[in-house]
């Protein structure tokens, strides 16, 4: 009876609590990574890190009601009552990863929606599941060597703070996913992900065996179990240590770019196509008033990516949470260079505020915002012609990369 715990054990419970943990989750932030399967991947992942706790409590939790109550009686179907804890926490850990599966699954339909490039990513879909088993390891661990009903909430608490620990130097083991921007451009380290996987794993294996050191009998057997996930844990971590930990790195291989427009040309990324059409619509809106001023607009801006290389030939596009707001395009149509300057350890001090203003600028002209008389920006932007030879040469200044010359008008600074 391979199902006989999903029908009598916790697990049947849990399900609907573990589903909606997830699916709230998922939504805490609304759905700014719709559109991009990365991103949305990744997102849907950190489910986990909230899932994943409860699951190591709910494992303790099961193990104490069940050796309260008699595991001879409860686990008649177990040849060797030295795996009865394995037997009650493999349910658990099913209705965990179907929670996590669900929760990534209603996340990708909402992006399926927006047609959006590129391809869904593996590494990402599978990392939380195998966390889930880290997971339900650090309970097997708690809840036979201390088999209280007090340790169930103090696992759920302990474990949810190892997630969110992050020591120097070394990687946050029980955490994953999360991403709060765009990842196009990046891709995930198998490397990386496989060495988290090992870790995780044999903390699972960690928590089977000393769960069968707690049993009578083949405590030899147990021993060597305990030494050889110890030996496998230790050894993900040193490798880990030893080279970059990050599970995600810069893409190398040959980036695809979809353009749209012409006054100017918006080019972005594949994977965040779906945003393009809005984007070169409100581009070509906003852009009016610089054409109107006589200043040469760059015929290009092209989305700069994550450790790619700036091309001063572009304007300098950073697609955000909100990349069709007057606010963010008009922010990037005022950086009209990838100038090596704006990427330097220590950035030109003076030109940082000039591309803000700029689009402060952009807005007030396309009457997208009313300027506020009484504050020192609106009374400037309504000084006409002097506010629009400012924008001229400064604008210049910045599509020439020479910033060193590049300040805010007297009164302003």
Do not use: K
Not at 99 to 110: C, K, M, R, S, W
Not at 196 to 218: D, K, N
Request: hydrophobic share 50%; glycine share 10%; charged share 15%.
């Amino acid at each position: 009876m391979p199902f006989f715990w999903l029908r009598r054990g916790s697990a049947r419970v849990l399900l609907p609590v573990f589903v909606a943990v997830t699916i709230a989750a998922v939504l805490s932030r609304g759905t700014p990574w719709r559109g991009e399967w990365g991103w949305t991947v990744d997102w849907a992942g950190a489910a986990a890190d909230l899932l994943g706790p409860l699951l190591a409590g709910a494992v303790v939790w099961e193990l104490w009601f069940v050796g309260r109550h008699g595991v001879a009686d409860l686990v008649p179907q177990t040849r060797r009552r030295r795996w009865a804890a394995v037997t009650l926490v493999a349910p658990l850990c099913l209705t965990a990863i179907v929670a996590q599966l669900i929760a990534t699954g209603l996340a990708l339909v909402l992006t399926s929606t927006t047609s959006p490039g590129g391809h869904i990513p593996v590494v990402p879909v599978v990392l939380p599941l195998v966390l889930l088993l880290g997971y339900a390891g650090i309970g097997l661990l708690v809840g036979s060597w201390i088999p209280t009903a007090l340790a169930a909430p103090l696992t759920v608490v302990g474990a949810f703070a190892l997630g969110l620990a992050d020591p120097a130097g070394l990687p946050r083991l029980l955490r994953v996913g999360g991403s709060t921007g765009s990842v196009a451009g990046l891709t995930w380290s198998v490397r990386v992900a496989g060495l988290l996987m090992m870790c995780w794993l044999a903390i699972a294996a960690f928590g089977v065996a000393f769960g069968l050191l707690s049993q009578p009998g083949r405590t030899r057997a147990a021993l060597a179990a305990v030494v050889v996930a110890f030996a496998m844990f230790v050894g993900g971590l040193v490798a880990l240590d030893r080279a970059s930990h990050e599970v995600l790195v810069a893409d190398r291989g040959r980036i695809r770019f979809d353009c749209l427009g012409d006054r100017p040309t918006v080019c972005l990324a594949d994977e965040t196509r779906t945003h393009l059409s809005a984007v070169a619509a409100e581009a070509d809106r906003l852009a009016q008033p610089l054409f109107a001023l006589g200043v040469t607009v760059p015929a290009r801006y092209r989305q700069q990516l994550p450790y790619a290389t700036p091309d001063p030939s572009v304007g300098l596009l950073n697609l955000t949470d909100d990349p069709t707001s007057p606010v963010q395009v008009s922010g990037w149509l005022a950086t009209p260079a990838a100038c090596p300057q704006w990427f330097a350890p220590v950035p030109p001090i003076g030109a940082l505020p000039v591309p803000s203003l700029i689009a402060y600028w952009l807005r007030i002209r396309s009457r997208l915002e009313t300027a506020d008389s009484n504050s020192p920006e609106g009374r400037w932007v309504h000084s006409g012609a002097s506010a629009d030879d400012w924008v001229r040469v400064s604008f210049d200044a910045l599509r020439r990369c020479d910033l060193d010359h590049v300040s805010l008008p007297t009164g302003l600074e």
